[in-house]
């Protein structure tokens, strides 16, 4: 069955520190793979996306994926936190072709920043 | 940058009213979709929408739930007879193409009591 884990659902890291959050997924296909973010009270915001090529891909806001087929991963990371990171983060995965849009999210993983 | 837009932002509902969450997509978006999240819950998909008809449904999405655009610039999630369980946020999203590139709305939060 199609699944996405994100194993920490509460991360906490200094202003200024690096930031790594991890997401792994079961999919039969090859997956288009997405990070977003929400903050309180707001939508989800599309961070990044990979659907092929370069195993590391760009986002906004300095953040950065880097898609490892063989562990079946995308992991988000960003050198140096902002407080205004502090949001909820979600990995979602899709399918690769004769989609219909669908995505299927992972748990999410609050991140708190201290100062 | 072009926004969706969900209204309202909160509704209260009495169980087993009907309740109509309404998203306005980006407007040269041609595909559609509403997702929920019950409250410390995964975002969950309820269903696409392309063509003017449902392309895909999850098993969520039953008999109680349609949609409709019923203009050039509307997209409607109605939910029949509202269970206690239907509270959570309901977040609309467009794409131009299947790129998965949505951009989702801020969400309606639905309280059912």
């Known amino acids: 069955a199609q699944s996405v884990t994100q194993p920490d659902i509460h991360i906490t890291v200094s202003e200024g520190a690096s930031l790594e959050l991890r997401c792994n997924y079961s999919y039969g296909a090859t997956p288009y793979l997405f990070w977003y973010v929400q903050s309180p009270g707001q939508g989800l915001q599309l961070l990044l996306k990979y659907f092929s090529g370069d195993t590391l891909v760009q986002g906004i806001k300095g953040f950065e994926a880097e898609f490892k087929r063989s562990h079946s991963s995308v992991n988000l990371r960003k050198p140096s936190v902002h407080w205004s990171d502090a949001a909820e983060y979600f990995c979602a995965v899709g399918h690769g072709s004769g989609n219909t849009g669908k995505l299927i999210f992972g748990q999410g993983t609050t991140l708190q920043v201290k100062p | 940058e072009p926004e969706v837009t969900q209204t309202p932002s909160h509704q209260v509902t009495q169980m087993g009213q009907e309740v109509i969450l309404r998203c306005v997509p980006i407007s040269n978006h041609l595909y559609f979709y509403w997702y929920r999240q019950i409250l410390g819950q995964k975002v969950e998909f309820l269903v696409s929408f392309y063509n003017n008809e449902i392309s895909e449904k999850s098993e969520i999405f039953d008999d109680q739930f349609s949609v409709e655009r019923p203009d050039g610039s509307n997209f409607t999630l109605k939910i029949r007879s509202t269970k206690l369980e239907d509270s959570a946020m309901y977040f609309c999203?467009?794409?131009?193409?299947?790129?998965?590139?949505?951009?989702f709305g801020s969400g309606t939060r639905l309280t059912v009591v």
């Open positions: 999203a467009s794409s131009l193409r299947q790129s998965y590139g949505y951009t």
